[in-house]
């Protein structure tokens, strides 16, 4: 037995199944963009107060 005989199982299994895929790429989107923001602020921030020379002598 298939389920032809449920038509509301199965369109309970779709829209379960679309409302994921949804919200697992809108998180994806979501969590992308903070970890984008987060490195390009830090990368700014880093690039604003090193001192290249200073950094060169320290780490010889």
């Excluded at 409302?19 to 830090?42: G, H, P, Q």
């Amino acid at each position: 037995m298939g389920l032809n005989g449920l038509p509301s199982v199965c369109f309970l299994v779709a829209v379960s199944l679309h409302y994921s895929w949804l919200a697992n790429f809108v998180w994806m989107a979501l969590i992308s963009f903070d970890i984008c923001r987060t490195i390009n602020v830090t990368t700014l921030a880093l690039s604003a107060t090193s001192k290249p020379i200073e950094t060169t002598v320290f780490f010889n």
